[in-house]
């Protein structure tokens, strides 16, 4: 049974960066899609990056140009770099393992922008 665990969110003033990370276990990770996503208080949980096998990624207009998902084949991790955040990114953060009949989802990591 794969599993996945994020570290790295933490509280972080308005402007500043965090870099989460997501490790999963087992040996199939490169045939994966991979994707980051938030949940709020009070709001339904959104997709935030996507990144396909080959690399391709997507993202929610609201981090366009402030987020970049990566991934390293090689470490089984997916990573989510979070430049010039805002109070709006405050969330817990979830990874997930896109699967045919039953996605996998981390256990999520709290990510707070205040000063």
């Known amino acids: 049974q794969v599993q996945l665990v994020e570290s790295g969110g933490g509280l972080v003033q308005p402007g500043g960066s965090l870099r989460l990370s997501c490790a999963a276990s087992?040996?199939?990770?490169?045939?994966?899609?991979m994707a980051w996503y938030r949940q709020a208080p009070g709001k339904q949980r959104e997709l935030v990056a996507h990144?396909?096998?080959?690399?391709?990624?997507n993202y929610a207009d609201s981090v366009k140009g402030r987020f970049t998902i990566s991934r390293d084949n090689a470490k089984n991790t997916v990573y989510l770099q979070m430049n010039s955040l805002k109070p709006e990114d405050t969330a817990v953060y979830y990874c997930?393992?896109?699967?045919?009949?039953?996605?996998?989802w981390g256990q999520g990591t709290q990510v707070t922008v205040s000063s």
């Open positions: 087992g040996s199939t990770f490169s045939i994966y899609s």
């Open positions: 990144i396909s096998t080959s690399g391709i990624t």
């Open positions: 997930k393992q896109d699967r045919i009949i039953v996605d996998v």
